[in-house]
């Protein structure tokens, strides 16, 4: 079985780890870099990282290796400020219905806040829903089906391997760093915790068109990780595009108050590279009113503070927050939303009504979602 991965070295160290792949990759050897934790005891995700290539390639490999050995002192790699400054971009993906969408959004973003991706295939745990048994032949039976799961996952991580290569800008697959990840267990789950590991800047959630049962499923994983994650959420509809070289429309939803410009700041830092048009867009309602002259201070304010940016307030009126959302979408031609999302009490969940979760459902565009703690 020449395509079966075999792991031929395992690291502690990711700047190592890295520093070996590409050396592996420039000679022509298709590399696996993963860190798994499908076989840790109580799903505690597994420290340290597995570098796997196919069976075929493993002498070859070792050969390699052996030569970088004795070339370079691998504890000195992180010490490389060029690979210590990457930024990191999780991406959870369905590897089997994955979406190229979500896929390209990553390496476009990537590229411009020059960071690294990590794709995260969470494998489902064929014994989760099985009732405990004691028996030796049940725990035989038990390892024989995460055997064959795992077997199963790194066939289709090989699949998606391949359609990168074929369906993703040559450039940006050059230019952009990227690992897998490998875990089991409840993917909402496995998704806050890697997150707390990894400590991305960003955080991609793929959403996809399908049936009603799934999206709804989607979703609410995507709502659960932005209840348990401090980094900020970036929905990809499906349908959506990645502007790599127009001018991205972000319309930033605001009350203008204080925290807010907290938010705006974070997420100026996620786009300062891009080429961006932000609209702080403030809906207008009758218990919160904002007058002309106080978004002509606000303006003058973001023209000073924010000189580097093209930044502005706006007001919005509809007796109705999801329609006037979907009104200057179209009126402005929004590429993107972005909001925050605070912390939610049992009181706020039982008063007001799932806004957001009805917005990840229903938007064309990506949804940016800043967890306020």
Same mark, same amino acid.
């Given at each position: 079985?020449?395509?079966?991965?075999?792991? !031929?070295?395992?690291?502690?160290?990711?700047?190592?780890?890295?520093?070996?792949?590409?050396?592996?990759?420039?000679?022509?050897i298709d590399c696996f870099l993963t860190d798994e934790g499908f076989d840790s005891e109580n799903q505690v995700l597994s420290e340290g990282w597995n570098l796997k290539v196919k069976s075929g390639d493993v002498?070859?490999?070792?050969?390699?290796?052996?030569?970088?050995?004795?070339?370079?002192?691998?504890?000195?790699?992180?010490?490389?400020?060029?690979?210590?400054?990457?930024?990191?971009?999780?991406?959870? $993906?369905?590897?089997?219905?994955?979406?190229?969408?979500?896929? =390209?959004?990553?390496?476009?973003?990537?590229?411009?806040?020059?960071?690294?991706?990590?794709?995260?295939?969470?494998?489902?745990?064929?014994?989760?829903?099985?009732?405990?048994? %004691?028996?030796?032949?049940?725990?035989?039976?038990?390892?024989?089906?995460?055997?064959?799961?795992?077997?199963?996952?790194?066939?289709?991580?090989?699949?998606?391997?391949?359609?990168?290569?074929?369906?993703?800008?040559?450039?940006?697959?050059?230019?952009?760093?990227?690992?897998?990840?490998?875990?089991?267990?409840?993917p909402e789950n496995t998704i806050a915790e890697l997150g707390e590991r990894y400590k991305p800047e960003l955080i991609l959630m793929e959403q996809k068109d399908s049936s009603k049962k799934e999206k709804e499923? #989607?979703?609410?994983?995507?709502?659960?990780?932005?209840?348990?994650?401090?980094?900020?959420? $970036?929905?990809?509809?499906?349908?959506?595009?990645?502007?790599?070289?127009?001018?991205?429309?972000?319309?930033?939803?605001?009350?203008?108050?204080?925290?807010?410009?907290?938010?705006?700041?974070?997420? #100026?830092?996620?786009?300062?590279?891009?080429?961006?048009?932000?609209?702080?867009?403030?809906?207008?309602?009758?218990?919160?009113?904002?007058?002309?002259? =106080?978004?002509?201070?606000?303006?003058?304010? $973001?023209?000073?503070? %924010?000189?580097?940016?093209?930044?502005?307030?706006?007001?919005?009126?509809?007796?109705?927050?999801?329609?006037?959302?979907?009104?200057? !979408?179209?009126?402005? =031609?929004?590429?993107?939303?972005?909001?925050?999302?605070? =912390?939610?009490?049992?009181?706020?969940?039982?008063?007001?009504?799932?806004? #957001?979760?009805?917005?990840?459902?229903?938007?064309?565009?990506?949804?940016?979602?800043?967890?306020?703690?």
């Open positions: 079985m020449k395509n079966k991965l075999v792991t !031929i070295m395992k690291f502690t160290d990711l700047f190592a780890v890295r520093f070996v792949k590409e050396k592996l990759e420039f000679e022509g002498e070859k490999a070792i050969k390699i290796l052996l030569q970088v050995n004795k070339k370079y002192d691998l504890n000195k790699i992180q010490e490389d400020d060029t690979i210590k400054g990457l930024k990191k971009i999780l991406v959870p $993906l369905d590897l089997v219905h994955y979406s190229l969408n979500t896929c =390209r959004f990553a390496f476009g973003i990537a590229e411009k806040m020059v960071a690294e991706i990590k794709f995260l295939y969470v494998i489902e745990d064929p014994t989760f829903s099985e009732p405990m048994q %004691y028996r030796t032949s049940w725990e035989e039976h038990d390892k024989i089906e995460k055997d064959e799961a795992y077997s199963k996952a790194q066939s289709e991580l090989q699949k998606f391997s391949e359609v990168l290569k074929n369906k993703i800008d040559k450039q940006q697959l050059n230019n952009v760093k990227f690992h897998f990840a490998l875990h089991s267990g409840k499923h #989607l979703a609410k994983t995507t709502h659960y990780v932005i209840d348990h994650t401090k980094f900020p959420v $970036l929905t990809i509809p499906e349908g959506s595009v990645f502007q790599n070289a127009a001018k991205i429309k972000i319309m930033h939803a605001t009350d203008f108050h204080e925290t807010d410009f907290n938010v705006l700041n974070k997420l #100026l830092e996620i786009v300062e590279s891009f080429d961006t048009k932000i609209y702080c867009f403030h809906f207008d309602v009758e218990h919160n009113p904002v007058t002309p002259d =106080r978004v002509d201070r606000i303006n003058q304010l $973001l023209k000073k503070e %924010y000189s580097n940016f093209d930044v502005q307030a706006e007001t919005f009126e509809n007796a109705y927050f999801p329609l006037g959302i979907e009104e200057f !979408i179209e009126k402005n =031609r929004i590429d993107w939303i972005s909001i925050s999302s605070p =912390r939610r009490s049992f009181l706020y969940k039982m008063f007001h009504p799932d806004i #957001l979760n009805k917005m990840i459902l229903s938007s064309k565009v990506p949804i940016l979602i800043f967890p306020v703690l």
